[in-house]
């Protein structure tokens, strides 16, 4: 597998918002190798003047697992151009086939440089917030393996995050409904993202930890859909509810 290759091949199907084939069916590569690639594409998109911001989990509830056929954890990267203004219209033009998902994000007050415990994650954190993940596998169909898919980013592409809040007992098994137009389209419970949200924190700790980087205080942290994810089309109200934390909401346009 050649990472420089491979890195540019997705970070073009990205831009160009433009879906390619899977990479694992034609050569098979490692876990190892996805994460370089990973990290390599994002190192394009630093060059470009991108600053990432946190870094988000995936397949952390069994409805994602089961959606995409995949039942590891995985992480990626969050960027500051993924940034979806809340409350305001998505163009849906620079995605290629984008789906939604329900999430719960967290801010960071420390520096997380080593894995942290279920006890500490919480003195580590500034606020947490309902929010949505815009997800765009870059690969044909949205058909990936676990490893075409770390490589991708684990699909990140575009980040809606509601009011911030200090409540973190509080979501720990909260009612979630995403919404169109009013109507419930996925409901559940922040409980089925790894049995409780706030050890995403612990997840996240471990993984960058693992990767040797330090997450600077002032972080967003992602936790993992809560739901399997929805497909997006332009004209669209859009709408993540959580008990007792509040909401976030986007409309979707398509520009010509
Ligand atoms: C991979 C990303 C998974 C989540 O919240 O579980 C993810 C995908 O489903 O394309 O973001
Ligand atoms: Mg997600």
């Known amino acids: 597998m050649n990472i420089a290759h491979a890195a540019h091949y997705l ?3 990205a831009r160009n918002a433009k879906a390619v084939e899977q ?10 190798d996805a994460y370089r690639i990973q990290r390599a594409s ?24 089961i959606q995409m056929g995949v039942d590891s954890l995985i992480w990626g990267w969050l960027t500051d151009a993924m940034l ?33 415990t279920a006890l500490e994650a919480h003195s580590y954190l500034e606020a947490v917030a309902p929010a949505m993940e815009i997800i765009d596998s870059r690969y044909e169909a949205f058909r990936f393996s676990l490893e075409d898919v770390i490589a991708d980013n684990c699909s990140s592409a575009g980040v809606v ?65 809560a739901t399997a994810a929805v497909a997006l089309e332009p004209g669209l109200h859009v709408q993540c509810v959580i008990s007792g934390l509040g909401q976030a909401e986007f409309t979707t346009t398509r520009q010509a």
């Open 11 to 13: 970070d073009d199907a």
């Open 161 to 225: 995050i509601g009011a911030w809040s200090r409540d973190f007992e509080g979501i720990r098994n909260a009612g979630v409904q995403m919404r169109f137009d009013g109507r419930d389209v996925q409901v559940g419970s922040t409980g089925a993202i790894l049995g409780d949200p706030l050890r995403s924190i612990v997840q996240a700790s471990r993984v960058v930890a693992a990767a040797s980087v330090v997450l600077p205080a002032g972080s967003l942290i992602m936790a993992g859909a």
């Open 23 to 32: 990479m694992s069916t034609s050569a098979p590569f490692s876990v190892g």
């Open 42 to 65: 994002i190192e394009r998109r630093k060059q470009r003047g991108e600053r990432t911001i946190g870094v988000k989990l995936g397949f952390t509830s069994r409805a994602k697992m």
């Open 84 to 116: 979806e203004e809340e409350g305001a219209p998505v163009d849906l033009g620079r995605y290629i086939h984008p789906r939604v998902e329900p999430e719960v994000c967290f801010l960071t007050k420390r520096d997380i440089d080593r894995p942290l």
